[in-house]
């Protein structure tokens, strides 16, 4: 199940600026950067997907000696042609790999065709760390939890959507909406509890999905503690 984001709509008008930089994805863990950006990446004709909390795709990154090596050994390694075009690349975690946040500035300088969007769950206090990063060379986009519009979507309630639309509120969809709002509230925007949720349209069975993402952010907090 893919649920449809609003920030789609600004991925595309960043994607065809014509003085585009390379994105960076911003937002708290597990509100779906990722998710967001493998969405996306079905617009291009070539993708470039890099992990950098898995050694193989930080080598890259550490080896290169100028920005045409590395671009060289990522078309080499995902068997692209040096001169294909619609390339999207993809460095998720690249909290990971400071020298890779600054290589951000040498794409923007040298390669300005090659869209590029990095993202990490760490990011924000990565960049407080890194000592020459891009700034003016890169551009923001910020993704948080689904919204009260996103929420409706993804449980696929169409016509609480077309209502919500009307103003005024007609009086039979009022009380309706305003259950769902409710119902919004508890369970919260994020994505994969909206996703379960969606399949099983019950409560009940997200009680382990708080668990594991209340475990995640305290490994979070440990890993900033070090």
Do not use: C
Not at 62 to 72: G, R, S, V
Not at 89 to 109: G, H, S, T
Not at 171 to 176: E, M, N, W
Request: charged content about 25%; overall charge negative; proline content about 4%.
């Amino acid at each position: 199940m893919n649920i449809e984001r609003n920030i789609i709509v600004q991925l595309r008008n960043w994607k065809t600026k014509a003085h585009r930089k390379p994105l960076v994805l911003r937002g708290a863990r597990q509100v779906g950067k990722t998710t967001v950006v493998n969405q996306f990446a079905k617009e291009f004709k070539h993708f470039i997907s890099l992990n950098l909390e898995k050694e193989l795709h930080q080598k890259p990154f550490l080896d290169a000696e100028n920005t045409k090596q590395l671009i060289d050994s990522l078309f080499f390694v995902n068997n692209l042609e040096k001169d294909s075009s619609d390339v999207l690349i993809f460095i998720d975690e690249i909290q990971e790999v400071p020298k890779a946040i600054n290589w951000l500035r040498y794409f923007y300088e040298e390669y300005p065709k090659i869209h590029v969007i990095a993202a990490g769950s760490l990011l924000e206090f990565a960049l407080d760390k890194v000592s020459s990063f891009p700034v003016g060379r890169v551009e923001y986009l910020y993704l948080h939890p689904l919204n009260f519009v996103e929420f409706l979507r993804a449980i696929q309630r169409n016509q609480a959507l077309e209502e919500l639309e009307q103003i005024p509120l007609t009086s039979f969809a009022h009380h309706t909406l305003l259950e769902l709002y409710n119902k919004y509230l508890i369970i919260g925007g994020m994505p994969e509890v909206i996703k379960i949720y969606a399949q099983e349209e019950s409560m009940l069975e997200l009680a382990d999905i708080y668990q594991s993402l209340w475990s995640s952010y305290q490994d979070d907090a440990q890993k900033m503690g070090r």
